[in-house]
Protein backbone atom coordinates (compact mmCIF):
# COMPACT_ATOMS: atom_id res chain seq x y z
CA UNK A 1 0.00 0.00 0.00
CA UNK A 2 1.41 3.35 -0.99
CA UNK A 3 1.07 6.49 1.42
CA UNK A 4 -1.95 7.83 -0.47
CA UNK A 5 -3.14 5.02 -0.07
CA UNK A 6 -2.66 4.54 3.92
CA UNK A 7 -3.61 8.14 3.78
CA UNK A 8 -7.28 7.44 2.56
CA UNK A 9 -8.24 4.15 4.45
CA UNK A 10 -10.03 5.34 7.49
CA UNK A 11 -8.28 4.66 10.55
CA UNK A 12 -7.44 5.36 14.28
CA UNK A 13 -3.51 4.72 14.14
CA UNK A 14 -0.86 6.83 13.54
CA UNK A 15 -1.56 9.73 16.30
CA UNK A 16 0.47 13.37 15.16
CA UNK A 17 2.55 14.95 17.89
CA UNK A 18 4.41 16.72 15.04
CA UNK A 19 5.37 18.44 12.06
CA UNK A 20 7.46 17.11 9.85
CA UNK A 21 8.10 13.80 11.56
CA UNK A 22 10.95 13.43 14.05
CA UNK A 23 12.77 11.38 11.12
CA UNK A 24 13.57 14.81 9.02
CA UNK A 25 14.95 16.46 12.10
CA UNK A 26 18.61 17.04 11.73
CA UNK A 27 21.58 17.76 14.09
CA UNK A 28 23.33 20.80 12.00
CA UNK A 29 19.95 22.58 12.15
CA UNK A 30 20.53 22.70 16.07
CA UNK A 31 23.59 24.68 15.58
CA UNK A 32 22.15 26.74 13.29
CA UNK A 33 19.36 27.72 15.38
CA UNK A 34 21.78 28.41 18.38
CA UNK A 35 24.08 30.57 16.50
CA UNK A 36 23.27 34.35 16.76
CA UNK A 37 21.57 35.80 13.79
CA UNK A 38 24.02 38.28 12.59
CA UNK A 39 22.04 42.37 12.76
CA UNK A 40 22.93 45.71 10.29
CA UNK A 41 22.88 48.69 12.28
CA UNK A 42 21.28 52.21 10.98
CA UNK A 43 21.41 55.84 12.42
CA UNK A 44 20.03 58.59 11.23
CA UNK A 45 21.32 62.06 12.31
CA UNK A 46 18.72 64.65 11.29
CA UNK A 47 20.78 67.69 11.11
CA UNK A 48 21.84 69.50 7.24
CA UNK A 49 23.37 73.09 6.80
CA UNK A 50 20.84 73.73 4.34
CA UNK A 51 17.97 72.24 3.12
CA UNK A 52 17.77 70.92 -0.56
CA UNK A 53 14.77 71.67 -2.88
CA UNK A 54 14.71 68.02 -3.85
CA UNK A 55 14.88 66.56 -0.05
CA UNK A 56 12.32 64.46 1.68
CA UNK A 57 14.31 63.41 4.16
CA UNK A 58 13.62 64.23 7.89
CA UNK A 59 16.05 66.69 8.59
CA UNK A 60 16.31 69.90 11.25
CA UNK A 61 18.41 73.43 10.68
CA UNK A 62 21.90 72.74 12.05
CA UNK A 63 22.74 75.88 13.96
CA UNK A 64 25.61 75.13 16.76
CA UNK A 65 27.23 72.29 17.92
CA UNK A 66 25.14 71.97 21.35
CA UNK A 67 22.21 70.40 19.26
CA UNK A 68 24.64 67.34 18.02
CA UNK A 69 25.67 66.97 21.52
CA UNK A 70 22.58 66.68 22.89
CA UNK A 71 21.40 64.20 19.81
CA UNK A 72 24.34 62.21 20.38
CA UNK A 73 23.27 62.08 23.89
CA UNK A 74 20.13 60.86 23.17
CA UNK A 75 21.17 58.20 20.59
CA UNK A 76 23.38 56.61 22.85
CA UNK A 77 20.80 56.48 25.58
CA UNK A 78 18.44 55.04 22.85
CA UNK A 79 21.33 52.36 21.71
CA UNK A 80 21.61 51.23 25.57
CA UNK A 81 17.44 50.96 25.91
CA UNK A 82 17.28 48.94 23.00
CA UNK A 83 19.74 46.58 24.05
CA UNK A 84 18.03 45.74 26.88
CA UNK A 85 14.91 45.44 25.71
CA UNK A 86 15.93 43.56 22.63
CA UNK A 87 19.25 42.01 23.98
CA UNK A 88 21.46 42.30 20.67
CA UNK A 89 24.40 41.81 23.01
CA UNK A 90 26.04 38.77 21.27
CA UNK A 91 24.46 39.36 17.58
CA UNK A 92 27.19 40.25 14.92
CA UNK A 93 27.06 43.31 13.30
CA UNK A 94 27.28 42.85 9.52
CA UNK A 95 27.31 46.34 8.45
CA UNK A 96 26.87 49.48 10.02
CA UNK A 97 25.33 52.65 8.07
CA UNK A 98 25.45 56.22 9.72
CA UNK A 99 22.80 58.75 7.03
CA UNK A 100 20.96 61.56 7.81
CA UNK A 101 20.83 64.57 7.26
CA UNK A 102 24.44 64.86 7.10
CA UNK A 103 26.43 62.94 9.60
CA UNK A 104 29.47 63.94 8.16
CA UNK A 105 28.71 67.76 10.18
CA UNK A 106 29.72 65.34 13.70
CA UNK A 107 33.16 66.27 15.09
CA UNK A 108 35.74 63.30 15.66
CA UNK A 109 34.39 63.27 19.02
CA UNK A 110 30.78 62.52 19.00
CA UNK A 111 31.53 60.02 16.33
CA UNK A 112 33.86 58.23 19.27
CA UNK A 113 31.25 58.76 21.09
CA UNK A 114 28.53 57.09 19.32
CA UNK A 115 31.28 54.08 18.23
CA UNK A 116 32.71 53.48 21.89
CA UNK A 117 28.36 52.98 22.40
CA UNK A 118 27.61 50.74 19.74
CA UNK A 119 31.01 49.02 20.83
CA UNK A 120 29.20 47.91 24.48
CA UNK A 121 26.17 46.97 22.58
CA UNK A 122 26.99 44.92 20.23
CA UNK A 123 29.62 42.64 18.62
CA UNK A 124 31.62 44.70 16.20
CA UNK A 125 34.42 43.07 14.54
CA UNK A 126 35.03 45.20 11.59
CA UNK A 127 32.47 45.00 9.31
CA UNK A 128 31.31 47.47 6.22
CA UNK A 129 30.96 50.71 8.07
CA UNK A 130 29.53 53.60 5.60
CA UNK A 131 28.97 57.12 6.63
CA UNK A 132 26.84 59.91 4.55
CA UNK A 133 28.64 62.82 3.65
CA UNK A 134 28.22 66.56 2.21
CA UNK A 135 31.25 67.76 0.39
CA UNK A 136 32.02 70.90 2.22
CA UNK A 137 32.23 68.94 5.47
CA UNK A 138 35.00 66.56 4.67
CA UNK A 139 38.34 67.87 5.74
CA UNK A 140 42.01 65.41 5.17
CA UNK A 141 41.77 65.21 9.12
CA UNK A 142 38.37 64.27 9.03
CA UNK A 143 38.94 61.27 6.61
CA UNK A 144 41.80 60.15 8.95
CA UNK A 145 39.51 60.34 11.95
CA UNK A 146 37.41 57.82 9.90
CA UNK A 147 40.05 55.65 8.68
CA UNK A 148 41.10 55.34 12.64
CA UNK A 149 37.40 54.94 13.73
CA UNK A 150 36.80 52.05 11.56
CA UNK A 151 34.69 53.57 9.05
CA UNK A 152 35.13 52.09 5.80
CA UNK A 153 32.89 53.62 3.29
CA UNK A 154 31.92 57.64 2.35
CA UNK A 155 28.96 58.20 0.46
CA UNK A 156 29.12 61.42 -1.27
CA UNK A 157 26.10 63.39 -1.89
CA UNK A 158 27.06 65.21 -5.09
CA UNK A 159 23.69 65.38 -7.13
CA UNK A 160 25.17 66.97 -10.13
CA UNK A 161 28.50 68.31 -11.78
CA UNK A 162 27.12 71.91 -12.59
CA UNK A 163 27.20 74.50 -11.16
CA UNK A 164 23.94 75.89 -12.31
CA UNK A 165 21.67 72.96 -11.66
CA UNK A 166 23.28 72.61 -7.87
CA UNK A 167 22.68 76.41 -7.10
CA UNK A 168 18.45 75.28 -8.65
CA UNK A 169 18.86 72.58 -5.92
CA UNK A 170 19.55 74.62 -2.93
CA UNK A 171 23.20 72.84 -2.49
CA UNK A 172 26.11 75.09 -1.36
CA UNK A 173 28.62 73.72 -2.38
CA UNK A 174 30.41 73.80 -6.12
CA UNK A 175 31.28 71.24 -8.64
CA UNK A 176 35.04 72.01 -8.40
CA UNK A 177 34.28 71.49 -4.39
CA UNK A 178 33.12 68.38 -5.05
CA UNK A 179 35.79 66.77 -7.44
CA UNK A 180 38.10 68.32 -4.97
CA UNK A 181 36.61 66.99 -1.88
CA UNK A 182 36.37 63.11 -3.90
CA UNK A 183 39.91 63.42 -5.16
CA UNK A 184 41.29 64.30 -1.37
CA UNK A 185 39.40 61.58 -0.48
CA UNK A 186 40.44 58.72 -3.21
CA UNK A 187 44.16 60.11 -2.57
CA UNK A 188 43.79 59.19 0.94
CA UNK A 189 42.98 55.54 0.26
CA UNK A 190 41.39 52.95 2.56
CA UNK A 191 38.11 54.19 2.25
CA UNK A 192 35.11 53.27 -0.63
CA UNK A 193 33.60 56.05 -1.82
CA UNK A 194 30.07 56.18 -3.27
CA UNK A 195 28.67 59.30 -4.28
CA UNK A 196 25.30 60.09 -5.16
CA UNK A 197 23.73 61.81 -8.35
CA UNK A 198 20.04 62.63 -8.88
CA UNK A 199 18.14 62.00 -13.04
CA UNK A 200 15.94 64.98 -13.23
CA UNK A 201 16.59 68.04 -11.29
CA UNK A 202 15.32 71.22 -12.26
CA UNK A 203 17.13 72.49 -15.09
CA UNK A 204 18.64 69.70 -16.25
CA UNK A 205 19.56 69.29 -19.94
CA UNK A 206 21.38 66.41 -22.16
CA UNK A 207 24.22 68.59 -21.94
CA UNK A 208 24.40 69.14 -18.17
CA UNK A 209 23.65 65.58 -17.64
CA UNK A 210 26.31 64.28 -20.32
CA UNK A 211 28.89 66.31 -18.23
CA UNK A 212 27.73 64.78 -15.18
CA UNK A 213 28.06 61.57 -15.91
CA UNK A 214 31.29 61.50 -17.57
CA UNK A 215 32.86 63.65 -14.81
CA UNK A 216 31.04 60.66 -12.17
CA UNK A 217 33.12 58.29 -14.12
CA UNK A 218 36.65 60.06 -14.88
CA UNK A 219 36.43 59.93 -10.61
CA UNK A 220 36.80 55.72 -10.61
CA UNK A 221 35.07 56.07 -7.06
CA UNK A 222 33.74 52.79 -6.21
CA UNK A 223 30.30 53.24 -6.64
CA UNK A 224 27.99 55.71 -8.43
CA UNK A 225 24.33 55.81 -7.71
CA UNK A 226 21.91 57.04 -9.65
CA UNK A 227 18.69 58.01 -7.73
CA UNK A 228 15.49 58.95 -10.08
CA UNK A 229 14.59 62.48 -8.34
CA UNK A 230 10.74 62.34 -6.71
CA UNK A 231 9.45 65.30 -6.07
CA UNK A 232 7.58 64.25 -2.86
CA UNK A 233 4.79 66.36 -0.91
CA UNK A 234 7.52 67.72 1.63
CA UNK A 235 10.14 69.12 -0.80
CA UNK A 236 10.18 72.82 -1.81
CA UNK A 237 10.43 71.38 -5.66
CA UNK A 238 6.88 70.30 -5.33
CA UNK A 239 5.78 73.29 -3.70
CA UNK A 240 7.10 75.53 -6.03
CA UNK A 241 7.44 72.97 -9.54
CA UNK A 242 4.20 70.69 -9.08
CA UNK A 243 2.00 72.97 -7.02
CA UNK A 244 2.84 76.44 -8.14
CA UNK A 245 4.19 75.66 -11.02
CA UNK A 246 6.64 78.44 -10.90
CA UNK A 247 10.01 76.15 -11.54
CA UNK A 248 10.18 73.57 -14.44
CA UNK A 249 11.06 70.11 -13.46
CA UNK A 250 11.79 67.64 -16.60
CA UNK A 251 8.71 65.30 -17.74
CA UNK A 252 8.75 61.82 -16.51
CA UNK A 253 9.96 61.44 -20.77
CA UNK A 254 12.60 63.73 -20.01
CA UNK A 255 13.72 61.80 -16.84
CA UNK A 256 13.45 58.39 -18.68
CA UNK A 257 15.79 59.92 -21.39
CA UNK A 258 18.38 61.35 -18.95
CA UNK A 259 18.51 57.77 -17.00
CA UNK A 260 18.89 56.26 -20.71
CA UNK A 261 21.93 58.52 -21.21
CA UNK A 262 23.17 57.46 -18.06
CA UNK A 263 22.54 53.80 -18.99
CA UNK A 264 24.62 54.11 -22.25
CA UNK A 265 27.40 55.93 -20.46
CA UNK A 266 27.54 53.66 -17.69
CA UNK A 267 27.62 50.28 -19.39
CA UNK A 268 30.08 51.03 -21.74
CA UNK A 269 32.38 52.25 -18.90
CA UNK A 270 34.12 49.60 -16.05
CA UNK A 271 31.02 50.21 -13.85
CA UNK A 272 28.85 47.06 -13.78
CA UNK A 273 25.78 47.60 -12.69
CA UNK A 274 25.13 46.18 -9.04
CA UNK A 275 21.72 47.24 -8.28
CA UNK A 276 19.03 49.06 -10.46
CA UNK A 277 20.62 52.61 -9.50
CA UNK A 278 24.39 51.60 -8.11
CA UNK A 279 26.80 50.77 -10.45
CA UNK A 280 29.96 49.10 -8.80
CA UNK A 281 33.84 49.79 -10.30
CA UNK A 282 34.64 46.72 -12.53
CA UNK A 283 31.59 44.78 -10.15
CA UNK A 284 33.82 45.09 -7.00
CA UNK A 285 33.24 47.21 -3.99
CA UNK A 286 29.31 45.74 -3.25
CA UNK A 287 27.18 47.83 -0.93
CA UNK A 288 26.95 45.42 2.11
CA UNK A 289 24.69 47.19 3.99
CA UNK A 290 21.92 47.52 1.68
CA UNK A 291 22.63 44.08 0.16
CA UNK A 292 22.35 42.64 3.81
CA UNK A 293 18.74 44.49 4.18
CA UNK A 294 17.47 43.36 0.52
CA UNK A 295 18.08 40.01 1.47
CA UNK A 296 15.64 40.36 4.58
CA UNK A 297 18.67 40.70 7.21
CA UNK A 298 17.44 42.43 10.64
CA UNK A 299 18.45 45.81 11.24
CA UNK A 300 18.74 47.85 13.98
CA UNK A 301 17.66 51.32 13.56
CA UNK A 302 18.38 53.97 15.47
CA UNK A 303 17.63 58.12 15.39
CA UNK A 304 14.13 60.04 14.55
CA UNK A 305 12.55 59.04 11.50
CA UNK A 306 15.08 55.62 11.22
CA UNK A 307 13.07 52.65 10.34
CA UNK A 308 14.74 49.30 11.14
CA UNK A 309 13.43 45.47 11.02
CA UNK A 310 14.10 43.20 13.83
CA UNK A 311 12.54 39.37 12.98
CA UNK A 312 8.89 39.36 11.53
CA UNK A 313 8.29 43.67 12.47
CA UNK A 314 9.37 46.46 10.76
CA UNK A 315 9.16 49.56 13.06
CA UNK A 316 10.09 53.42 12.74
CA UNK A 317 11.08 55.81 15.49
CA UNK A 318 9.70 58.89 16.07
CA UNK A 319 9.88 61.43 12.95
CA UNK A 320 9.77 64.48 15.50
CA UNK A 321 13.19 65.34 16.48
CA UNK A 322 11.48 67.08 20.47
CA UNK A 323 9.24 64.00 21.01
CA UNK A 324 12.38 61.99 19.89
CA UNK A 325 14.61 64.17 22.64
CA UNK A 326 11.84 63.86 25.02
CA UNK A 327 10.71 60.59 25.17
CA UNK A 328 14.60 59.37 25.66
CA UNK A 329 14.93 61.85 28.48
CA UNK A 330 12.47 59.94 30.17
CA UNK A 331 14.54 56.34 29.28
CA UNK A 332 11.46 55.33 26.64
CA UNK A 333 12.26 53.75 23.40
CA UNK A 334 11.13 56.22 21.03
CA UNK A 335 9.28 53.23 18.66
CA UNK A 336 6.52 55.62 17.05
CA UNK A 337 4.80 52.91 14.60
CA UNK A 338 5.22 49.55 13.38
CA UNK A 339 4.06 46.63 11.31
CA UNK A 340 3.74 43.14 12.16
CA UNK A 341 4.74 40.85 8.66
CA UNK A 342 3.08 37.52 7.87
CA UNK A 343 5.10 34.87 6.54
CA UNK A 344 3.11 36.25 3.00
CA UNK A 345 4.24 39.66 3.62
CA UNK A 346 7.63 38.47 3.83
CA UNK A 347 7.94 36.30 0.87
CA UNK A 348 6.86 39.87 -1.34
CA UNK A 349 8.93 42.02 0.73
CA UNK A 350 11.84 39.72 -0.37
CA UNK A 351 10.66 39.73 -3.75
CA UNK A 352 10.35 43.25 -4.19
CA UNK A 353 13.48 44.03 -2.37
CA UNK A 354 15.76 41.38 -3.95
CA UNK A 355 14.51 42.88 -7.40
CA UNK A 356 16.41 46.23 -6.31
CA UNK A 357 19.48 43.98 -7.13
CA UNK A 358 20.73 43.56 -11.08
CA UNK A 359 20.58 39.49 -9.70
CA UNK A 360 18.76 37.76 -7.54
CA UNK A 361 19.18 34.11 -6.31
CA UNK A 362 15.92 31.77 -7.22
CA UNK A 363 18.02 29.89 -4.81
CA UNK A 364 17.93 31.63 -1.72
CA UNK A 365 14.43 32.66 -1.83
CA UNK A 366 13.33 28.80 -2.92
CA UNK A 367 15.15 27.82 0.37
CA UNK A 368 14.41 30.38 2.44
CA UNK A 369 10.56 30.18 1.69
CA UNK A 370 10.04 26.89 0.45
CA UNK A 371 8.45 27.89 -3.31
CA UNK A 372 9.94 28.84 -6.67
CA UNK A 373 9.03 32.21 -7.07
CA UNK A 374 9.32 31.72 -11.39
CA UNK A 375 7.57 28.79 -11.69
CA UNK A 376 4.85 29.90 -9.67
CA UNK A 377 4.53 33.67 -11.85
CA UNK A 378 5.62 31.92 -14.87
CA UNK A 379 2.92 33.81 -17.21
CA UNK A 380 4.33 37.27 -15.74
CA UNK A 381 8.21 35.68 -15.73
CA UNK A 382 7.72 35.13 -19.70
CA UNK A 383 5.90 38.00 -20.27
CA UNK A 384 8.87 40.41 -18.67
CA UNK A 385 11.86 38.05 -20.54
CA UNK A 386 10.16 38.39 -23.91
CA UNK A 387 10.01 42.69 -23.29
CA UNK A 388 13.24 43.05 -22.66
CA UNK A 389 13.41 43.15 -19.27
CA UNK A 390 14.57 40.24 -17.68
CA UNK A 391 16.70 37.51 -18.23
CA UNK A 392 16.21 33.95 -16.20
CA UNK A 393 17.97 31.09 -15.73
CA UNK A 394 17.86 28.34 -13.21
CA UNK A 395 19.87 30.38 -10.37
CA UNK A 396 18.69 33.59 -10.76
CA UNK A 397 17.05 36.27 -12.29
CA UNK A 398 18.65 39.47 -13.75
CA UNK A 399 17.80 42.26 -14.74
CA UNK A 400 18.29 43.46 -18.62
CA UNK A 401 19.37 46.97 -19.14
CA UNK A 402 15.48 47.72 -19.71
CA UNK A 403 14.57 46.42 -16.32
CA UNK A 404 17.53 48.72 -14.61
CA UNK A 405 16.04 51.13 -16.47
CA UNK A 406 12.35 51.22 -15.27
CA UNK A 407 13.45 50.28 -11.43
CA UNK A 408 10.78 48.71 -9.49
CA UNK A 409 9.17 48.12 -12.47
CA UNK A 410 10.45 44.31 -12.37
CA UNK A 411 10.07 43.45 -8.45
CA UNK A 412 5.85 45.03 -8.82
CA UNK A 413 5.29 42.81 -11.66
CA UNK A 414 6.53 40.19 -9.78
CA UNK A 415 5.27 40.69 -6.85
CA UNK A 416 2.26 41.24 -7.79
CA UNK A 417 1.78 37.74 -9.91
CA UNK A 418 3.49 35.86 -6.83
CA UNK A 419 0.36 37.57 -4.61
CA UNK A 420 -2.13 36.32 -7.14
CA UNK A 421 -0.70 33.03 -6.60
CA UNK A 422 -0.84 32.80 -2.84
CA UNK A 423 -3.89 35.04 -2.06
CA UNK A 424 -4.77 39.05 -2.97
CA UNK A 425 -4.71 40.97 0.45
CA UNK A 426 -5.94 44.58 0.81
CA UNK A 427 -2.25 45.69 1.06
CA UNK A 428 -1.01 47.82 -1.99
CA UNK A 429 2.15 47.30 -3.48
CA UNK A 430 3.27 51.13 -3.58
C1 LIG B 1 21.14 61.95 3.17
S1 LIG B 1 21.48 62.38 1.56
C2 LIG B 1 23.27 62.29 1.27
C3 LIG B 1 24.30 62.98 2.14
C4 LIG B 1 24.28 64.46 2.35
N1 LIG B 1 23.16 64.82 3.15
C5 LIG B 1 24.28 65.26 1.07
O1 LIG B 1 23.23 65.49 0.53
O2 LIG B 1 25.37 65.66 0.64
C6 LIG B 1 21.00 60.94 0.73
C7 LIG B 1 20.69 61.02 -0.73
O3 LIG B 1 19.30 60.90 -0.95
C8 LIG B 1 19.03 61.34 -2.25
N2 LIG B 1 17.74 62.05 -2.29
C9 LIG B 1 17.37 63.07 -1.51
N3 LIG B 1 16.13 63.50 -1.88
C10 LIG B 1 15.72 62.74 -2.91
C11 LIG B 1 14.55 62.69 -3.73
N4 LIG B 1 13.55 63.54 -3.57
N5 LIG B 1 14.47 61.74 -4.69
C12 LIG B 1 15.48 60.84 -4.86
N6 LIG B 1 16.60 60.85 -4.12
C13 LIG B 1 16.74 61.78 -3.17
C14 LIG B 1 20.16 62.28 -2.65
O4 LIG B 1 20.83 61.77 -3.78
C15 LIG B 1 21.06 62.28 -1.44
O5 LIG B 1 22.42 62.29 -1.77
S1 LIG C 1 20.18 66.08 0.30
FE1 LIG C 1 21.55 65.81 2.03
S2 LIG C 1 22.21 67.91 2.58
FE2 LIG C 1 20.44 68.13 1.28
S3 LIG C 1 18.73 68.32 2.74
FE3 LIG C 1 18.86 66.14 2.09
S4 LIG C 1 20.08 65.19 3.63
FE4 LIG C 1 20.43 67.40 3.84
Sequence with gaps: MTNHDELMQPS??????????????????????????????????????????????????YRDPAQLEEFVQALCREIRLANERFHFGKRPVNSIYIGGGTPSLLKENLLREIIACLRENFVIAGP???????????????????????????????QSFDDEIIGMSGRKHSAK??????????????????????????????????????TAIRTEVHNITVYRMEAYLNTEF???????KQI????EEQELHFMELALEKLTASPYKPWSFFTFTWKGEFQHHYAGNLWRGEDCCAFGPS???????YNYQDTLNLDTYLASLKEDKLPIARGYKLTAKD?????????????SMSRKVFREKHGIDFCRVTRGTVDELSDGGYIRVDD????????????????GKRLAAALKQYLGPDELSLY
Excluded at 248 to 251: G, I
Excluded at 346 to 358: E, Q, R, Y
Aim: proline letters at 4%; glycine letters at 8%; a negative charge.
Design 128 to 158: EFTIEAEPRTITEQKVKAYKDLGVTRLSLGV
Design 395 to 410: ESITLEVKGILYGDFV
Design 306 to 312: AFGMLGD
Design 248 to 251: ELPS
Design 177 to 214: KALETIEMIMNAGGLAVNIDLLSGLAGETDETWMKTID
Design 12 to 61: RKGFISNYPHFRYWKKPVVEEMLAEDPVNIYIHVPFCAQKCAYCYYKTEQ
Design 346 to 358: VMIKDLLLGMKLH
Design 238 to 244: FNRGVRK
